[in-house]
């Protein structure tokens, strides 16, 4: 009998142990289908190896070779047990790099980029199996994000034509920065007041100031970097002032035009030239990277220098050593008819770089939770403000309110460093999903960097950019590829040769029509067909 | 010719053994790649790989061809190698006579040491040193300013960039390059010098009759080979040292190629330059060494 009992109980045995673990299953897919994943850290169980492409700053080449030693993102690793590996572009690259991890066909697998210049966009990434579409994975798993976008009111901005999702991972704005200019020129101060100079208010005044600066042995009145320079294509520092771009699209009333071509670009260059002649600009410009020029600036050489909001701490702090009363403000953005300057880079609700994940991530779903993880209020602050630890006293809470402390504020650090290369080592801009309101303004919390951020920021607007958001399909791109890169090679060298008048101005319209023989106006149509589906979004 | 390989290879094994390395380098990094030129024939899209890109045919040669800029890339290449070649070749050979007259043998050694240092240093350095060297408040235009010369960055002058790449060129590799010529003279043998002594000869007619006739065979193959590399010659420091204002006297093929193929992902179009590039260049080594065989019966093969 107790034999009976025994077989009959083993051979229900295995199906029982069936049963209950076909409920189990059953139970778990509900769960992640009906409300969001179980959100724990850490999230993963087994140290797991995600690799990360991004650009490391020139700063954070002072002190890291990659963002491992960074010790915030330590921190992250410690919380959420992956371990991130970090692939930088080398210094200087200007994008090459990134052609080459493309062509090698070894993805890291969360690409920082923003893959304009890749044939289609983001779009033809996916569509030639370069990047995989993140949509369901974020919106399972990266809820927060979502949440986000509706809160903002972008959900028109984040997306692609075809309703991809392709900024994903960028910085939400506060409203301390959103709106605002961050880009443009600065003076010396100190020299206005020594020469007894009133602050330059329009373009004649500007010319006459950086006169004086030469009469009175300023060696380079108005320092800038070579063309390429990312300052000049982003703000257009003095083509905006003729109401053209340096080198790249812009809207009038709706329609697309090319600054290069237009009559304002002749006035603009007619300018230049005449700065060019007189010795006003740095006669180097061409050969100078941008951190030539700073160091020129800092160095109390010069009188005006194109700078972001970012840098003006560091400015300031270096130039008091070459010139105790070393001060700046903003030169305000002034067009030569007195309209409203608008086609300056304000800063967007949604800046930066966006993420891509690509074809050769092994668990899309894990890196999507890696970014709910950053979308969280705690993670937020972490990066905002550092670990804030024994070891990294990077922060503290003086009447409820987060505040750095002098071991980042004030070199009271084992490396002896200064505020902005502290924020390098200690806090991060990679893994930024949304700026800190306070940390923002305590960043900038200095009268003189406040005055020009003000400065910039009252005299210009976006309006007449091309917008950001644009996206061209992969056969239009394709076009553009081929029509732009002679024309680029070609506005690229005339400028310098108007410039430096090796080519005479009355030769512009012969320029014109070359552009236009290159195949312009297919370009313009192009840009416009991509700007009117942006619109009608 | 099969039999007489393997009989070859039983006798010598360890020489064979040794060639292994520098053929299998030749094999994986010369003859494997080659199959990728087949991307100038198409539309190359990494992701998709050269099986599932689609072709075009000549198209890319074609728009290179009636392109703006072919005769002038054309022109650049040519003709900054032929200035460089021109007065490059020789600088080596003069120096390695010199130096072959020399008879302290301490200050020999110092002088070598000194003229090969630049080789070893880094292309990004030496380029960064002339930038700097030529720049508006720089060494030379301070030199210059002595003679009256109005202070400029030498280097945004389209009719400098020639002098300016062949002379840094020369300063770098004569010394690297007389090695091979000072061997070819420590080969010749002494008793010639001895007749040559005995006839009369001073030490100028034996350096001409006698030191530049032995080594002749070695300059005439050096000769082929730069001109075979006539067309890709030393672009990464034009790369280093242009800049858009004088692409009109230094945009070379390949640098045209590292543009268009690296910085606007264009990879096809450039492997299409570049392939176009080697044809043109492998004529011209055809044709040195055709010359040469006929004048003085040296040649490659």
């Not at chain 2, 006539?230 to 230094?250: D, Q, R, V």
Request: with cysteine; glycine share 6%.
């Amino acid at each position: 009998m107790k034999k009976i009992v025994l077989i009959i109980f083993a051979i229900l045995l295995p199906s029982l142990i069936f049963a209950s673990n076909n409920s189990e299953k059953k139970q778990s897919v509900a769960k992640s289908k009906d409300q969001l994943w179980d959100y724990k850290l850490p999230l993963v169980e087994k140290e797991t190896t995600i690799t990360y492409y991004t650009t490391l700053s020139e700063i954070g080449r002072q002190y890291m070779k990659t963002l491992d030693e960074n010790y915030m993102i330590k921190e992250i690793e410690k919380q959420t047990g992956l371990n991130i590996d970090f692939v930088h572009p080398p210094a200087g690259d200007n994008g090459e790099y990134f052609n080459i991890v493309l062509a090698s066909g070894d993805y890291p697998d969360v690409i920082k980029d923003p893959f304009s210049r890749y044939p289609g966009g983001p779009d033809g990434a996916i569509n030639d199996g370069v990047l995989i579409d993140m949509g369901p994975y974020i919106e399972k798993y990266t809820p927060t994000f979502m949440k986000m976008v509706k809160e903002y009111g972008l959900e028109k901005k984040i997306r692609s034509d075809k309703g991809t999702i392709i900024k994903f991972g960028t910085i939400f704005m506060p409203p301390f920065l959103a709106g605002k200019t961050g880009r443009g020129l600065i003076i010396r101060k100190d020299l206005l007041e020594k020469f007894s100079l009133k602050s330059p208010k329009t373009l004649d005044e500007f010319t006459n100031v950086l006169r004086v600066f030469k009469q009175n042995g300023i060696e380079i009145p108005l320092v800038i970097s070579n063309y390429r320079d990312w300052m000049w294509n982003d703000t257009n520092i003095i083509a905006s002032a003729f109401g053209t771009t340096h080198k790249d699209y812009y809207v009038n009333d709706g329609k697309v035009n090319y600054g290069p071509i237009e009559p304002e670009y002749k006035e603009y260059l007619s300018y230049l030239k005449m700065l060019f002649e007189e010795g006003l600009l740095d006669p180097d410009f061409m050969t100078h990277q941008r951190g030539d020029s700073m160091k020129i600036f800092q160095s109390g050489k010069a009188g005006v220098f194109h700078a972001g909001i970012w840098e003006l701490r560091k400015i300031l702090e270096i130039g008091a050593g070459a010139d105790p009363d070393f001060d700046i403000e903003a030169v305000p953005f002034f067009t030569k008819d007195g309209s409203p300057c608008t086609l300056q880079n304000t800063i967007e609700h949604l800046s930066g770089t966006p993420v891509f994940v690509s074809s050769n991530a092994k668990d899309p779903v894990l890196i999507a939770k890696y970014f709910e993880y950053l979308h969280q209020k705690d993670t937020m602050q972490l990066v905002s403000w550092g670990p804030g630890t024994k070891e990294s006293p990077t922060y503290e809470i003086v009447d409820g309110k987060l505040k750095f402390t002098d071991f980042m504020q004030n070199g009271k650090n084992p490396f002896k460093a200064d505020f902005p290369s502290m924020r390098v080592m200690y806090t991060d801009a990679n893994m930024t999903v949304a700026y800190d309101n306070e940390m923002e303004k305590q960043q900038y919390d200095d009268e003189r960097v406040l005055k020009v951020f003000d400065g910039w920021s009252d005299s210009s607007g976006s309006e007449s950019k091309y917008p950001l958001f644009v996206t061209p399909t992969v056969e239009e791109s394709k076009e553009l590829v081929n029509i732009e890169a002679d024309i680029k090679t070609y506005v690229e060298e005339m400028f310098h040769k108007f410039v430096m008048g090796s080519v005479s101005l009355d030769d512009f319209d012969d320029y014109v029509k070359s552009i236009k023989n290159m195949g312009i106006d297919r370009a313009i149509e192009l840009k416009q067909a991509g700007l009117n589906r942006y619109l009608a979004r | 010719m099969k039999k007489t390989l393997l009989l070859n290879i039983k006798r010598y094994p360890l020489l064979y053994l040794m060639a292994l390395p520098v053929i299998a380098w030749y094999i994986v990094f010369h003859y494997i790649p080659m199959y990728g030129v087949l991307i100038s024939f198409q539309d190359f899209v990494p992701a998709r790989g050269i099986l599932k890109s689609s072709w075009v045919g000549f198209e890319h040669f074609e728009n290179f061809i009636t392109g703006k800029y072919f005769w002038r890339l054309i022109y650049n290449t040519l003709s900054i190698n032929l200035i460089d070649l021109v007065f490059g070749f020789p600088v080596p050979i003069i120096f390695a006579l010199l130096l072959n007259e020399i008879k302290s043998e301490k200050f020999k050694k110092v002088t070598q040491t000194i003229t090969y240092l630049p080789h070893f240093i880094s292309s990004v350095v030496i380029c960064g040193l002339i930038i700097d060297f030529v720049k508006s408040r720089g060494i030379i235009p301070h030199f210059l300013s002595y003679f009256g010369v109005e202070p400029f960055n030498l280097l945004t002058a389209p009719e400098l960039f020639k002098i300016i790449f062949v002379s840094s060129n020369i300063w770098q590799g004569f010394g690297w390059g007389s090695i091979i010529y000072l061997a070819a003279l420590s080969g010749i043998d002494p008793g010639l010098y001895e007749a040559a002594k005995i006839d009369g000869a001073g030490r100028f007619k034996s350096a001409i009759y006698i030191s530049l006739p032995s080594i002749m065979p070695t300059i005439v193959i050096l000769l082929i080979m730069r001109i075979g590399r006539l067309m890709s010659l030393g672009w990464e420091n034009i790369i280093l040292l242009y800049n858009p204002n004088i692409y009109e006297t230094a945009d070379v093929i390949s640098t045209y190629v590292y543009r268009r193929g690296l910085e606007n992902f264009d990879f096809s179009f450039a492997s299409a330059v570049g392939l176009f590039n080697s044809l043109i260049n492998m004529i011209l080594l055809l044709l040195a060494n055709k010359l040469s065989r006929s004048l003085n019966d040296t040649s490659l093969w």
